[in-house]
């Protein structure tokens, strides 16, 4: 059963489609025989974005190939979100700057404001999804015919804002070629602006959209937007952008196995998070004291970090202050979950961060590849009752056969 669903069978399969052993594939993708062996068997996970990344590169396939596409069961939780992406998709792809989907808009006050609450997390998954499709055909109308100079880049700027949420919640649900369009159009946008801010906003997105196997262009990419936004830093708004680009190359660079210029980043983050108000809530992207700590527990977790480690980066995080952040919250009690599983010894704890993280946002931690995988492995290596009914109404939550 366990083997319909696993990123090791569709290992093994791409392999010997290739016509690859074992040991060819390790030696191209840098990884151990031993290691991708017991992935195939459902050992151990295969969980880890540059491993994955490697391993996709080596076999010719895409991620999603590998990884697969978006998994829908019978869980509504789990299943619903999928229902909005059409007509995100739309939104997306019909409108342009010249020719807007609809003849017709709220005003642009009015439409900022929604963007503001969808921004601070007021609304929502479900919300956001329903009211972002037409927030970007609206806020289209402007930009083709705007009162005036100011109202056109104000359209613009908050147009950033809703191709940012789409990129999210399409990345969130498994659609990375349409939130690699949504990154694109805010990239459009920020073009047309040509301000420090906006280009770096639109900056951090294509980063993260970028094909993971394109390591040293996402690297130079990440660097380069750091570099360029840094002289422009004048007031929190400006910490905030250029401080979420320092995250994303800090992310990169690990990817990159770059661990010299991950940390670097990582400092340069937490000296700008010391120049504005710890608020994840009310921050742009989340950036604060706050979120550096969370982002540190995700790049240790990259690295393979388990056990008293990762504990005590986790034990630095004041989770009261991600509560506005839903996602980012459940995000990082993921994270540590998933380190945590990688060792027989704490998979007890690691079942207990999983279920904070599915209580925290069901429907982010049910469309998640990484716990779904996590959780699989883990399944297979159950042998107590009670880790083993933990484990089993997760799998039924995410569609994981037990």
Same mark, same amino acid.
């Given at each position: 059963?366990?083997?319909?669903?696993?990123?090791?069978?569709?290992?093994?399969?791409?392999?010997?489609?290739? %016509?690859?052993?074992?040991?060819?594939?390790?030696?191209?993708?840098?990884?151990?025989?031993?290691?991708?062996?017991?992935?195939?068997?459902?050992? $151990?996970?295969? /969980?880890?974005?540059?491993?994955?990344?490697?391993?996709?590169? =080596?076999?010719?396939?895409?991620?999603?190939?590998?990884?697969?596409?978006?998994?829908?069961?019978?869980?509504?939780? $789990?299943?619903?979100?999928? &229902?909005?992406?059409?007509?995100?998709?739309?939104?997306?792809?019909?409108?342009?700057?010249?020719?807007?989907?609809?003849?017709?808009?709220?005003?642009?006050?009015?439409?900022?404001?929604?963007?503001?609450?969808?921004?601070?997390?007021?609304?929502?998954?479900?919300?956001?999804?329903?009211?972002?499709?037409?927030?970007?055909?609206?806020?289209?109308?402007?930009?083709?015919?705007?009162?005036?100079?100011? =109202?056109?880049?104000?359209?613009?700027?908050?147009?950033?804002?809703?191709? $940012?949420? =789409?990129?999210?919640?399409?990345?969130?649900?498994?659609?990375?070629?349409?939130?690699?369009?949504?990154?694109?159009?805010?990239?459009?946008?920020?073009?047309?602006?040509?301000?420090?801010?906006?280009?770096?906003?639109?900056?951090?997105?294509?980063?993260?959209?970028?094909?993971?196997?394109?390591?040293?262009?996402?690297?130079?990419?990440?660097?380069?937007?750091?570099?360029?936004?840094?002289?422009?830093?004048?007031? /929190?708004?400006?910490?905030?952008?250029?401080?979420?680009?320092?995250?994303?190359?800090?992310?990169?660079?690990?990817?990159?196995? &770059?661990?010299?210029?991950?940390?670097?980043?990582?400092?340069?983050?937490?000296?700008?998070?010391?120049?504005?108000?710890?608020?994840?809530?009310?921050?742009?992207?989340?950036?604060?004291?706050?979120?550096?700590?969370?982002?540190?527990?995700?790049?240790?977790?990259?690295? %393979?970090?388990? %056990?008293?480690?990762?504990?005590?980066?986790?034990?630095?995080?004041?989770?009261?202050?991600?509560?506005?952040?839903?996602?980012?919250?459940?995000?990082?009690?993921?994270?540590?979950?998933?380190?945590?599983?990688?060792?027989?010894?704490?998979?007890?704890?690691?079942?207990?961060?999983?279920?904070?993280?599915?209580?925290?946002?069901?429907?982010?931690?049910?469309?998640?590849?990484?716990? &779904?995988?996590?959780?699989?492995?883990?399944?297979?290596?159950?042998?107590?009752?009670?880790?083993?009914?933990?484990?089993?109404?997760?799998?039924?939550?995410?569609?994981?056969?037990?």
């Amino acid at each position: 059963m366990y083997d319909e669903v696993t990123i090791g069978v569709r290992l093994r399969a791409l392999r010997r489609w290739r %016509g690859m052993s074992l040991r060819t594939l390790a030696d191209l993708a840098d990884l151990s025989q031993g290691f991708l062996s017991k992935v195939e068997n459902g050992k $151990q996970p295969l /969980d880890r974005r540059s491993h994955i990344a490697a391993v996709a590169q =080596a076999l010719q396939v895409s991620e999603t190939d590998l990884m697969g596409g978006p998994h829908l069961t019978r869980d509504p939780v $789990q299943s619903e979100p999928h &229902r909005t992406i059409p007509a995100v998709r739309t939104a997306l792809m019909t409108n342009t700057f010249t020719a807007p989907a609809t003849d017709r808009a709220r005003p642009l006050a009015e439409l900022v404001a929604e963007m503001v609450r969808i921004g601070r997390s007021e609304y929502g998954h479900d919300e956001v999804a329903v009211k972002l499709p037409p927030i970007i055909d609206e806020l289209h109308v402007h930009v083709c015919a705007p009162a005036d100079e100011a =109202a056109h880049r104000l359209a613009l700027r908050t147009l950033i804002e809703a191709f $940012q949420s =789409a990129t999210f919640l399409s990345k969130d649900l498994g659609y990375t070629d349409l939130a690699a369009v949504a990154a694109m159009r805010a990239h459009d946008s920020a073009r047309i602006l040509d301000d420090p801010v906006s280009v770096g906003k639109a900056a951090t997105l294509r980063i993260h959209t970028l094909p993971t196997g394109a390591r040293d262009l996402r690297l130079t990419a990440a660097e380069s937007a750091a570099e360029a936004m840094e002289p422009h830093v004048r007031d /929190d708004l400006d910490v905030q952008v250029l401080g979420m680009i320092t995250l994303v190359a800090s992310l990169i660079a690990t990817l990159s196995y &770059r661990y010299d210029r991950a940390e670097h980043w990582l400092a340069q983050a937490g000296d700008l998070a010391t120049r504005t108000a710890d608020d994840p809530g009310a921050n742009w992207g989340a950036f604060s004291a706050t979120n550096v700590g969370v982002w540190r527990v995700a790049l240790a977790t990259e690295r %393979g970090a388990t %056990g008293r480690p990762l504990l005590d980066l986790a034990a630095g995080v004041d989770e009261a202050k991600l509560r506005p952040r839903r996602g980012r919250h459940a995000t990082f009690l993921a994270d540590v979950g998933r380190g945590l599983a990688r060792e027989p010894r704490t998979h007890r704890e690691a079942v207990r961060w999983l279920r904070r993280a599915e209580s925290t946002a069901p429907h982010k931690i049910r469309n998640s590849t990484a716990v &779904r995988e996590t959780v699989g492995v883990m399944l297979q290596q159950a042998r107590e009752a009670a880790v083993g009914r933990e484990l089993r109404g997760m799998a039924a939550r995410m569609g994981v056969p037990h």
